[in-house]
């Protein structure tokens, strides 16, 4: 990206706000025209190519994250290759509307590059504050530096690609979703639950975490149903007991406003309060109907498949 430090004359002659720019901490005035949109458009279709190769690691390591927006996944995490990082006043962009807000599970790791493609610096955006800490930990900091920008001057896309799935599935975060998501049974659901923190269960991670949850339990008992040749009322009941017992787990410690003797069902209400921002009283209703419909949603999900199972012999 064409830019250069700014000097005094340019101060003199009023350089526009939107050409100035902060590079490693000093003033620079940047050319944002013509050049600069072709290099963006450049990284764009670069960075099409590293997402494709960075969902197949996710596939391969068996990760609950998708690089594009899938509901069966836990978090969207993306890679996103751009020019030198220019920091603006963030005061102005908020005022502009510019600031990023995706999402609370949405996740972008952004490699920023310099003409030459080289490693110029790396840097984590999410939906959520704490997604950033708790996911990209061992891609943020000096010390991971050293090892990113190695891989990253290498120009394959399919070692960064790697090497950033590597450091994903490292994470604390990533742990305790893959840990919680491979339970079999409630016993070791609530186990894992209790030990779950509250900054991963926020707003819409909490719902998909909830729905895998589900899922993932349904699964199991649909299997054990077809191997015990159960009936379909049989399993009907027993989804819907176990649907009921996973939702009362305790769930106090998930949510910052959840009372005492909260359950799983009532920290994700509340989630899903704090998600409706519109509204200054955001009514539980809603959230409790939606839960209520994923359910029976999911049961119906899990007997036809039972039936189509059965049929199959």
């Not at 990113?148 to 090497?163: F, H, Q, S």
């Not at 939606?290 to 049929?311: A, G, H, P, T, W």
């Amino acid at each position: 990206m064409p830019f250069r430090p700014i000097t005094f004359e340019d101060i003199n002659q009023g350089t526009s706000k939107e050409k100035r720019r902060y590079y490693q901490g000093k003033m620079v005035v940047a050319d944002l025209g013509s050049e600069h949109e072709a290099r963006l458009r450049e990284l764009r279709e670069r960075s099409k190519e590293l997402n494709r190769c960075l969902q197949e690691q996710f596939e391969a390591k068996g990760l609950p994250f998708s690089t594009k927006k899938d509901h069966d996944k836990i978090i969207r995490v993306s890679a996103q290759m751009r020019t030198q990082f220019l920091k603006t006043d963030l005061a102005d962009e908020e005022k502009a509307g510019k600031r990023f807000t995706g999402s609370s599970d949405e996740a972008d790791f952004f490699l920023h590059l310099n003409d030459d493609n080289t490693y110029d610096s790396g840097r984590a955006i999410c939906g959520s504050p704490y997604i950033s800490v708790i996911l990209f930990d061992h891609l943020l900091g000096k010390q991971a530096e050293i090892g990113l920008r190695a891989v990253v001057n290498t120009g394959d896309n399919e070692k960064i690609a790697e090497y950033l799935a590597d450091a994903i599935a490292k994470s604390y975060g990533a742990k305790k979703i893959t840990a919680i998501l491979m339970t079999k049974d409630v016993d070791a659901t609530k186990t894992l639950l209790a030990e779950f923190p509250a900054a991963l269960f926020r707003r819409q991670i909490a719902w998909n975490l909830t729905r895998s949850l589900l899922r993932n339990l349904f699964a199991q008992k649909t299997k054990a149903a077809v191997e015990q040749k159960q009936n379909q009322e049989q399993l009907t009941a027993e989804l819907t007991l176990l649907a009921d017992t996973l939702l009362s787990l305790p769930g106090n410690h998930l949510s910052i406003d959840a009372k005492h003797d909260a359950t799983l069902k009532d920290a994700l209400i509340l989630e899903m309060c704090g998600a409706e921002s519109d509204s200054k009283k955001p009514s539980p209703i809603l959230p409790e109907r939606r839960i209520n419909e994923m359910v029976k949603d999911l049961i119906k999900k899990s007997v036809d498949l039972f039936k189509k199972k059965k049929q199959n012999g």
